[in-house]
């Protein structure tokens, strides 16, 4: 017998960034942040697992290239764990097989005994990994989702994320410390819509996971649109970027004592009112805030590119002739560990933002325009 199940997570993009961690291996942040899920049809990673018996290794296919053999300590064998290779991927695979013997196996001696077994994953992402997007993120949701489901361990569907079903056996914040050992920002990838990650105070971490402030239907007309500036891998990955800023940045501190506490409370009460004036004021200035603590790491790291604050300009002027005509901001800029644009607006303001894109960054057809996704609201 084989046993089979598929997931997909879409990428989510932070209003309020993660930068800095206070445990490399347990992946614990220095703050909490908070992002937006885009819709499980535009960037996202889909994970199938497989478990059988009669599986003499474990595996692991990436984007269609050769698998992978990965070597896992097996629950119950006397194998000491540091005979194999401690990584983020055994240590999300290892958390799963607990909670299958824990939850199932342990209770239920019919259960198949699927913890014992090896696994067969398949990971793919509907986006090339090189864009610089968080390939990461929706790839360890997806792979916790997955393997999740094929143990039995969570069976959301809508009915059941609505409180019509039974509950699962997990719930979807109980996996998101799982993702999060994967990679820090996956965690928020559980949940569609607007997810807070809290970063916790406790050392095991049990209290750093994500939470879903509002699904996506709370405000369907708030669109994300991605602008890829340069599809390049990064030069410094967030991993490593990060922890330098940690080591060497004076201003972290004050980002994370002073700023985010508070932004974090005002773009929650942005959010629950639908005022796009809060959310993207907030949104804007953290993202420049965790610019500026990338440029006061030392050495220091530089993400954006003249074309990136070329869009930071256009889409500020937007807004200042915006705020004078009618009040309100139209637009809202954000970068994450790279030179490419994530535009947050409004519907109903999208063409107008896309004109102007356009119209002043003239890339060659093929490199921006066919990237340059509108990204629509998805339900939890
Ligand atoms: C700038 O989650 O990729 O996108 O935990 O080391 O895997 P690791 O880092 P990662 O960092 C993401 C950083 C960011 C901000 C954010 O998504 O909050």
Not at 57 to 82: A, F, K, R, V
Not at 95 to 113: G, M, T
Request: negative net charge; glycine residues 6%; aromatic residues 6%.
């Amino acid at each position: 017998t084989i046993y089979q199940a598929t997931t997909s997570a879409p990428v989510n993009i932070a209003c309020i960034k993660y930068w800095g961690k206070r445990d490399t291996t347990l992946i614990l942040p220095t703050n909490s942040s908070l992002s937006v899920t885009l819709s499980q049809n535009d960037l996202s990673s889909t994970t199938s697992s497989s478990t059988s018996p009669s599986f003499p290794t474990t595996l692991l296919w990436l984007n269609n290239l050769p698998p992978e053999q990965i070597d896992l300590p097996s629950l119950s064998s006397s194998t000491s764990p540091s005979a194999v290779a401690d990584t983020r991927l055994t240590r999300c695979l290892l958390q799963l097989k607990k909670l299958r013997k824990e939850l199932v196996e342990d209770k239920d001696p019919s259960a198949p005994k699927m913890s014992e077994w090896n696994l067969h994953i398949a990971s793919y992402n509907n986006f090339p990994t090189a864009a610089g997007l968080a390939s990461s993120a929706s790839g360890f949701a997806a792979l916790t989702a997955s393997v999740a489901a094929l143990y039995g361990l969570n069976t959301f569907s809508s009915e059941q994320e609505q409180g019509q079903g039974n509950d699962p056996l997990v719930s979807a914040s109980q996996l998101s410390l799982i993702a999060r050992l994967g990679s820090g920002s996956a965690c928020r990838s559980l949940f569609g819509g607007f997810v807070s990650w809290s970063a916790g105070s406790l050392p095991s971490g049990t209290d750093s996971l994500a939470t879903q402030i509002a699904p996506a239907s709370h405000w369907p007309t708030l669109h994300a649109l991605i602008c890829i500036v340069n599809a390049q891998k990064k030069a410094t990955s967030s991993t490593s970027g990060m922890q330098r800023t940690v080591q060497t940045s004076a201003l972290l501190q004050h980002r994370i004592t002073d700023v985010v506490p508070r932004r974090m409370e005002g773009i929650i009460d942005a959010i629950k009112d639908r005022d796009f004036d809060a959310f993207g004021r907030i949104t804007m200035d953290d993202s420049n805030q965790f610019h500026a603590v990338a440029l006061d790491t030392s050495p220091p790291i530089f993400y954006m590119n003249d074309v990136s604050r070329s869009i930071i300009l256009l889409i500020e002027e937007l807004n200042r002739v915006s705020l004078l005509t009618s009040r309100h901001l139209v637009a809202a800029y954000t970068f994450d560990a790279g030179p490419n644009a994530v535009i947050y607006a409004e519907e109903k303001h999208i063409p107008t933002i896309v004109n102007l894109v356009l119209r002043y960054f003239p890339l060659e057809p093929g490199t921006f325009e066919d990237k340059l996704g509108v990204l629509g609201g998805k339900d939890a």
